[in-house]
């Protein structure tokens, strides 16, 4: 492993390049607190790292950890009332996990416009008929409202649904780990300093 990495990022770009044909590759864990202190996981897909725009036009110092989802879903409840998160990456291949800590961001609705635009058509019908965590009657009605939308916009793009829409993590903590002989795995750990910058650690295994 590379240790004279300043920054988490490198690490993080290293590790998903590395782990491209990995089985595990594009997904992550998302986990979530509700307001009254109740975990929850779930598997999204990982849609890259980037630098994003804040609502005054500027661009952050990091760059956030990206998903997109239902705003109206149980995760997205749970960010609203509790915005402080996890993501877990895991590589059985090569015996890693990245664990990431910190705060979920929507992002903006234009970052969102381009990411749905970008979909297959049957992925943005999907998006629009999908009371994503909700109690629903049947199979066969979600099915039913799929096929009326797909030949009503047949021939007309479809605009993004207001309930759906990425976020961004901006981690505050990274702990990336190597399994190693003798159970003496490999903890590293970037912690953001509050004046900006990251201290490195290691913990015990
Ligand atoms: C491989 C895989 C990829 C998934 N990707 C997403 C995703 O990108 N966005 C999403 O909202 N749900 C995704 N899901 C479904 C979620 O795991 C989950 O069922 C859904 O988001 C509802 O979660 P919630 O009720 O906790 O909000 C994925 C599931 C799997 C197994």
């Known amino acids: 492993m590379n240790t004279s990495v300043q920054s988490p990022w490198e690490l993080f770009d290293q590790w998903q390049e590395w782990n491209r044909e990995s089985s595990m590759a594009g997904i992550m864990t998302l986990s ?12 999204v897909n990982f849609r890259g790292v980037e630098l994003v725009g804040n609502s005054s036009g500027e661009i952050e ?11 109206r879903s149980r995760k997205a409840q749970d960010i609203e009332s509790n915005p402080k998160g996890a993501l877990l990456f895991y590589y059985p291949e090569r015996r890693l996990q990245i664990r990431v ?18 979909r297959p058509k049957l992925s943005q019908i999907g998006a629009h008929v999908s009371p994503q965590s909700e109690r629903i ?17 047949q021939e007309r793009e479809l605009p993004r649904p207001s309930h759906w829409g990425g976020y961004g993590l901006a981690p505050r903590f990274f702990e990336f780990w190597e399994g190693k002989p003798n159970r003496l795995h490999h903890r590293r750990c970037f912690k953001k300093r509050s004046n900006g910058g990251w201290e490195q650690f290691l913990l015990g295994p």
Do not use: H, M, W
């Open 32 to 43: 979530t607190v509700n307001s009254s202190g109740q975990p929850s996981s779930r598997i």
């Open 61 to 71: 110092e990091d760059p956030r950890i990206l998903f997109f989802t239902n705003y």
């Open 101 to 118: 800590e910190g705060c979920f961001e929507k992002l903006l609705p234009q970052r969102s416009d381009e990411y749905f635009a970008s």
């Open 137 to 153: 009657d049947s199979r066969e009605g979600l099915i039913a409202r799929f096929d009326e939308y797909e030949a009503r916009f």
